[in-house]
């Protein structure tokens, strides 16, 4: 059953010449996914680093399983249940998944000072395996992908014991499967009544992935509610102060003849049969997820890489675009 495991009353914290938070209320439940929403500055990371024992709040409260804490370190915040994943992984490249997931936290320390490797290689199997994640306790840091090294900062978490989880733009640098394994692993937290903090920009993971959220703006929190049950204009409303229609308003503008038309463009293994027209006067968006195949797309038609199936004509006739400079002399650009 759901309960509040953590609240922020009043929680102030300022610098000199920014009032970084001010004032804010924050809780969160056990068994629920809460997303931290608000551009960047808006007070998001303060907050984190509040939680995490780096900074202290100059006024309010926190609230731990209705007791009143101070997290005046790092230490302290770990021993209380609470683990931060970072955007970028802080680990030490050179050591193993083993070391790296135990570093601070060693199994089986004798009076002597020896540990016990062979206990934190077994558990770290273990956690990896419970994760179905394939790999090694003893692989390097170094040798994992982006992607690899955040499964072992959730890992890592675990091994901590951790109850709340803060997980900082954690898709960011992921493709499309390795955010449906993220997610995978999130609801898997969930149900074993974690209480997960899920900071993110894109709203696509947050309506996946989320239950609730709270916004921040210019340091103060300026709304908070369920999910599924608010629509997207009205968050972003609290994010900006405007409504998207708003901020993108659109304009009248004739939109001309074909200029370019591409057909069931392919690319073995990366892409299939894709097809679009662009005409004069318009600006045509493509949409999707790290690893869905929309920049080798635009570098296929641009000769960055070479297709295997398709046509490709501007202004009604057919091109064959071999190199970057034949596009370019074809009149186009590319901006990565």
């Known amino acids: 059953m759901e309960r509040t495991i953590?609240?922020?009353?009043?929680?102030?914290?300022?610098?000199p010449g920014i009032k970084a938070l001010d004032g804010v209320d924050f809780k969160i439940r056990t068994g629920e996914v809460h997303a931290l929403i608000g551009e960047n500055?808006?007070?998001?990371?303060?907050?984190?680093?509040?939680?995490?024992?780096?900074?202290?709040?100059?006024?309010?409260?926190?609230?731990?399983d209705g007791k009143e804490v101070e997290f005046k370190t790092p230490l302290i915040s770990q021993a209380a249940g609470i683990a931060a994943i970072h955007q970028e992984a802080t680990m030490f490249p050179e050591l193993t998944v083993t070391e790296n997931i135990y570093m601070g936290h060693h199994l089986g320390k004798s009076p002597f000072g020896i540990l016990d490797w062979r206990q934190m290689k077994k558990s770290t199997k273990g956690l990896l395996e419970n994760l179905e994640l394939a790999i090694q306790p003893d692989a390097l840091v170094k040798n994992l992908s982006v992607a690899q090294r955040h499964?072992?900062?959730i890992v890592k978490a675990l091994s901590m014991d951790a109850r709340i989880v803060i997980m900082d733009e954690p898709t960011s640098s992921l493709s499309l499967k390795e955010i449906e394994h993220l997610y995978k692993i999130i609801r898997r937290l969930?149900?074993?009544?974690?209480?997960?903090?899920?900071?993110?920009?894109?709203f696509e993971d947050i309506y996946e992935i989320a239950d609730s959220?709270?916004?921040?703006?210019?340091?103060?929190?300026?709304?908070?509610?369920?999910?599924?049950?608010?629509?997207l204009d009205d968050i972003v409303n609290m994010m900006v102060g405007r409504s998207?229609?708003?901020?993108?308003?659109?304009?009248?503008?004739?939109?001309?003849k074909e200029i370019l038309k591409v057909e069931n463009l392919s690319r073995t293994g990366i892409f299939k049969d894709v097809s679009f027209v662009l005409h004069r006067g318009e600006i045509l968006g493509f949409f999707g997820l790290v690893g869905a195949g929309r920049s080798e797309v635009m570098q296929t038609i641009f000769g960055i890489e070479q297709g295997t199936g398709g046509r490709v004509s501007l202004k009604g006739r057919d091109i064959?675009?071999?190199?970057?400079?034949?596009?370019?002399?074809?009149?186009?650009?590319?901006?990565?």
């Open 320 to 336: 064959h675009i071999s190199t970057p400079q034949d596009a370019i002399n074809s009149g186009m650009v590319y901006i990565p």
């Open 244 to 256: 998207i229609k708003h901020m993108f308003p659109k304009s009248d503008v004739e939109i001309g």
């Open 213 to 231: 959220f709270t916004v921040f703006r210019d340091g103060k929190k300026s709304g908070e509610g369920v999910v599924a049950a608010t629509e």
């Open 41 to 64: 500055g808006a007070g998001k990371s303060t907050l984190v680093k509040i939680l995490t024992g780096i900074h202290q709040p100059r006024t309010g409260s926190i609230i731990l």
């Open 151 to 153: 499964m072992v900062e």
């Open 6 to 15: 953590l609240e922020l009353k009043n929680v102030s914290k300022y610098f």
């Open 190 to 202: 969930k149900a074993e009544e974690r209480a997960i903090v899920f900071i993110s920009h894109k």
